[in-house]
C-alpha cells in the first residue's frame, strides 16, 4: 500500500503562512531547482509513513491553529488519493485554512483530474519552482515567479497584502536529539553562511 511520506511536522509555526499554523513537510521532489533549501529533506532517507486518518488526528491536537500549510519536498508528489483524504477529514472536522506549495504551476495541475480534487481542498496555491534569481525576499514565496492562487475566497482579499509584503521571518530551534532546525523561507546565500558556521562548530542542521 503506498502511503504519504512525512519528512518532518510542526504543530506550531509563524512564519509559513498567515497566523498560527502546523506545517507537514512531505518527502521528496522530482525537481532539481538550483539553491533549493530542501534538497538535504529531498535526499534523505529518513521519513515517516502515515495515513491520512493519523495524520489528520495530529493536526486536530494542534490547539489554536488558524491552518495548515504543506511543504517540502513537493506536497502534491505524494499519492493523491491519500492526500485528498487527508484534507477531507481536516476540514470535516475543523474550519483551518490550507496552503499548499508546489512546484507545479497551477495551470499544470489543473490538466490532471485527481489532482483537481486535491485543488478543491485548498485555500491557497504558492505555485512554481524555486528560481534562485528571483529570490529577493519575498515574504512565503521564494522566489518572484510563484504565485499566490486563492482557490477560495478564505484570503482573497489579502492578495495586495501578501504580495507587497518583502520581509522574511525565520524560526530556528533545537530538537531533542541536538538538532537544529530551521522553518521558513530562508534565502540560499543565508543557508550557506548559517551552514558553514555551524559546521565549524559542529552542529548538525536541518532546513525546511
Ligand atoms: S520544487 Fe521546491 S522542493 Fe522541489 S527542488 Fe524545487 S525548490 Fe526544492
Not at 37 to 49: G, K, L, P, Q, S
Not at 73 to 85: F, R, V
Not at 173 to 199: C, H, W, Y
Request: glycine share 8%.
Amino acid at each position: 500500500m503506498v502511503t504519504m511520506q512525512v519528512a518532518r511536522k510542526k504543530s506550531h509555526c509563524k512564519v509559513l503562512g498567515p497566523g498560527l499554523r502546523s506545517v507537514i513537510w512531505f518527502h521528496g521532489c522530482c525537481r532539481k531547482c538550483p539553491g533549493c533549501i530542501a534538497d538535504t529533506m529531498n535526499e534523505t532517507a529518513v521519513y515517516e509513513t502515515i495515513c491520512p486518518e493519523k495524520l489528520a488526528d495530529w493536526v486536530s491536537e494542534n490547539k489554536n491553529i488558524e491552518g495548515i500549510t504543506l511543504s517540502g519536498g513537493e506536497p502534491l508528489m505524494q499519492p493523491l488519493d491519500e492526500l485528498a483524504k487527508f484534507l477531507t477529514l481536516v476540514k470535516r472536522q475543523s474550519d483551518l485554512s490550507v496552503l499548499c506549495y508546489t512546484g507545479y504551476t497551477l495551470e499544470e495541475l489543473q490538466e490532471d483530474k485527481e489532482m483537481k480534487n486535491v485543488l478543491l481542498l485548498i485555500d491557497v496555491l504558492i505555485d512554481g519552482e524555486y528560481r534562485q534569481e528571483l529570490d529577493k525576499g519575498q515574504r512565503w514565496r521564494g522566489s518572484g515567479n510563484q504565485r499566490f492562487h486563492f482557490l477560495t475566497p478564505r484570503y482573497r482579499n489579502k492578495a495586495g497584502e501578501w504580495y507587497a509584503a518583502n520581509e522574511r521571518q525565520i524560526e530556528i530551534e533545537l530538537d531533542m536529539n541536538g538538532k537544529l532546525q530551521i522553518s521558513g523561507v530562508p534565502s540560499r546565500d543565508f543557508i550557506n553562511k548559517l551552514t558553514a558556521e555551524l559546521q565549524r562548530r559542529e552542529i548538525n542542521v536541518d532546513f525546511s
